[in-house]
Every structure is written in C-alpha cells, then in structure tokens.
C-alpha cells in the first residue's frame, strides 16, 4: 500500500473535502454532545480487550487520555506498540506521522488506526519530499552534497525519515538532538547537516547545546527559489535548517517570559526546545515533555514554574500538582488544533467501528519507504549514550 500525502488545510479555510480528510467518518459520528459518548468508549474498549491498545499523546484532550492504556511522547508511544505484539489493533491519539512511526515499528499484521484523519501536524506538513529532493539538488548544485549528512526531527513524515535513511542520515527526538548531531559530523570529513523539518530544535541544538554560532546556521527555505541561499552559503554553513516550525511552540515569545518573570517571584521558565531561540536563551530549563513532565514531579512544593509546551499538558500538571504553581507561557489559550482533531465523538467512532468489523483510518507505510525509515529509525537507536527520555 502507498503512503497517504495529507495536506492539511488551514482550519476554517477552503472546502475541499477530499483535502480535509476526517471531516466526513464513514457511519455516524457521534454528536459531541451525546451524553453517552463515555459510556460508549468504555463499553467498546471492553469489547474489544486485549485486540486493541490504545496510545495517546501528551498533547491530547483529558477526554480522550482518560481511556488511553499508556501515554507518552511520540517515539515512547511507538516503542510501546512495537512491545505489543498480540493486539491487533493499535488506536493512535496524536497525530498522522506518529502512526506512520508506529506502522513502521509494529508487526505486519498489527493495524494503526487514526480516529481522525485530519489530525495532521503543521510542522512535518513544512517539509515535503519533493521540496527536500529539490534542496538535496541545490546541494549537490553548490558541489556540497557529498559532505551533507540530513537528520530529521521524529515530527516528520515517514517518507522524509526514509529519504534520511537512503542518504546516510538519522532520525533524532527532541532528547537526542545533540547526540544525534554529534553521530551525524563524525560521519564525514567537513560535514555539513541538514536538519528537517524544525528549525528551532535545529538551531537550539546546534547554538545552545554543541557551541556552534548562529552564523554557523543557515536556513533554507523551500518556498524560495534556491532556497533563498547563495551557493556560497550553503558552502560556508555548518548547518543548514529546513524552514519549518510547530504553530504551538513557535508562538511563545521573550517579552511573555520577562513579564512573567516581573510578575511571579521566583518563577522559573521550563520550555521545549522547538521554542524560538529567543525564548530558550531566557529560560531556566529546556527539554522534551518527558523532560518537562519530570522536572515538575521533582519540583519542591511551592515553586513557581511558566511552561512553554502544549496547553493540554500544560494544565494537566497544574491539575496534577496543585501544591506548585504552575502557569501557562502564553497569554493566549493556544492548543495544538491538529491533535484537538482526536476527540471523544472520533474516539468513539473509530472503537465502535473496529467492534463492528472495520478498521477505520487505518495509517500503512509503504514497504519501500518503511524500510529506509527504519534504516534511520534504527540508527538512531543505535546512537551512543542515547537516554531513555525520549
Ligand atoms: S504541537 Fe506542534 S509539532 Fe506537535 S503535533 Fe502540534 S503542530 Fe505538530
């Protein structure tokens, strides 16, 4: 089976129904306001037993983590498909590409399942296979291809993890970036990275992290004819970041966090690094949701903390820790609209269906593309002193 390609469309904007997969469900989905709506996932979830696991991410809806059986990150939540074998079905609360990432690690007979089709991410839809097979020619143009080594952030579609896997490169997570780096300017004389499709957690890495400079940095845009660099550029740069940027995280700015600082005492500033890098220079603390999510159980009583990660979270610590205080980094209510998409009536809809005999949304790699996926998939599990804080 081929891989599906799913622009998304901007939300509330244009019409077409064959782009906005997952407006229209097969059967009847539900009203949200169907006062049955949990009874009926808990009586599906019965049904189907040990036949499904059902994964859901940090960043979703309280409604819908309610009926999760393990929660996490994207790559965490691919390894625990992968540990399941025997259920059949594998319900993803995320987003498209972490099922994709779950096809490739699960077995061949297991079925992942997106409630919403719709549920895309903004960030991995920025770096497209053609737009990259473009730049890779700007590259080899500029005579620099040979040195370049492309690593892709774990927020990316399976065909881009594949076109790292085919050229050398490795797929990192926003807690191995910097080792990920490290693997990938040992792997040539003067290597160059590319690094897809977030620009911040490139260059957060790359500045913050391994003491590389800003102007060691380039960014290519693909929207731009050459990407908007000189060959001369691209020759001089260290790294060349993909233009691309998650709508969330991208959105908290360094004036909220002096204001906040002005304001709460003692506060401290604990943000994911796909963060503007202004914001990350102002923070105390940077890091993945695993990171974010044990940095706050750790933190003493009484401590002030502004997080710079997605709202659901975000308000699930500060329900969970009411002895801290805990505030969100932003002055606008902002979640991720794409991982919003999975909600109660979809939830219902895709284990209803699957009680019923059909797999609903089911998200297949193609075997061409799984397999170079996983060539990057695996070499970055194979990256020394890799931490389990993914
Ligand atoms: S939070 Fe950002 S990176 Fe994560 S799914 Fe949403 S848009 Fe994509």
Known sequence: ???????????????????????ECPGDLPAPSDPGLVERARAAKEALGDRVFVLGHHYQRDEVIAFADVTGDSFKLARDAAARPEAEFIVFCGVHFMAESADILTGPDQKVVLPDLAAGCSMADMARLAQVEDAWDALADAGVVDSVVPVTYMNSSADIKAFCGRNGGVVCTSSNAEVALEWAFEQKPDAKILFLPDQHLGRNTAVQKMGLTLDDCVVWNPLRPGGGLTPEQLRDAKVILWKGHCSVHGRFSPAVVDELRATIPGVNILVHPECQHEVVLKADLVGSTEFIIQTIEAA???????????????KRLANAHPDKNIV??????CYCSTMNRIDLPHFVWAMESLVAGTVPNQITVDPETEKWALVALERMLALPGRTQKD
């Open 1 to 23: 089976m081929t891989t599906v390609d799913l622009p998304l469309l901007p939300l509330g904007r244009g019409t077409d129904r064959t782009s906005e997969r997952g407006v």
């Open 300 to 314: 003493p009583a009484g401590s002030s903390w502004a997080i710079g990660t997605e709202l659901n979270l975000v």
């Open 328 to 333: 969100f980094l932003d002055k606008t209510v």
